[in-house]
């Protein structure tokens, strides 16, 4: 998307039905930018532009939120996301010579895609899996007690020419379970509440939207 989003472009119905949901109100703006990036994968300066101005809020204000959550994406994502967990239960266990190892491998820093467009490499906090640290997402499959081994192993065995959802639905392991140290848990990482710290926004008490570390745009 890098043009002004058509009217006939099916992509974007979802996100002004969003912002007709919450009566084009400033308060719809997360669920718009959640809409944007379920339809194009990420967000771009148009999609930004496009919804200031059906919100009437400033640009700024837009973009502020954008980047202030670690779940929104301003540019478009590998065909694979590896998520390494920096919470205090996966970084004890050496979560960031994971992060370290695969940013290494292939050539990129944390919040960067590969050259080739084969991976994205992201953080979080926690996400939900504290049993299981040091634990990675790779494309929303959570891989648990990992090492940079098995983890190096995993991600390139990867499909090369897709997300990772084909390899999903034929229920295919990378490696020989057996040899493969990396436990695997199918089922989103969502905490015991069911909230999903990669993608929901948090709201304290009081009502206001915070990025899950207590922090407000
Ligand atoms: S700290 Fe890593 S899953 Fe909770």
Request: net charge neutral.
């Amino acid at each position: 998307m890098t043009n002004t989003p058509e009217p006939t472009d099916k992509r974007w119905r979802p996100v002004e039905n969003a912002m007709r949901r919450n009566g084009y109100q400033a308060g719809g703006l997360i669920e718009a930018l959640h809409a944007v990036q379920r339809s194009y994968g990420y967000i771009d300066e148009t999609a930004m532009r496009t919804i200031a101005a059906a919100l009437t809020l400033p640009l700024s204000k837009v973009y502020g939120v954008a980047t202030f959550y670690h779940f929104f994406h301003l540019k478009p994502k590998g065909r694979h996301t590896c998520v390494v967990c920096l919470g205090t239960a996966c970084y004890i266990k050496g979560a960031d010579q994971l992060l370290q190892e695969t940013a290494r491998n292939y050539g990129i820093k944390p919040g960067e895609t590969s050259a080739d467009g084969y991976l994205s490499l992201l953080t979080a906090r926690c996400v939900g899996a504290c049993g299981q640290a040091p634990a990675v997402v790779v494309d929303e499959r959570v891989l648990g007690q990992a090492d940079t081994v098995s983890l190096a192993d995993y991600l390139g065995q990867l499909p090369r020419g897709d997300n990772g959802e084909n390899r999903q639905a034929e229920g295919q392991p990378t490696t020989d379970a057996g040899a493969n140290p990396i436990t695997r848990t199918d089922a989103n990482p969502a905490t015991a509440n069911g909230v999903n710290p990669a993608t929901t926004a948090v709201t304290e008490p009081g009502g206001r939207p915070t990025n899950g570390q207590g922090e407000t745009p």
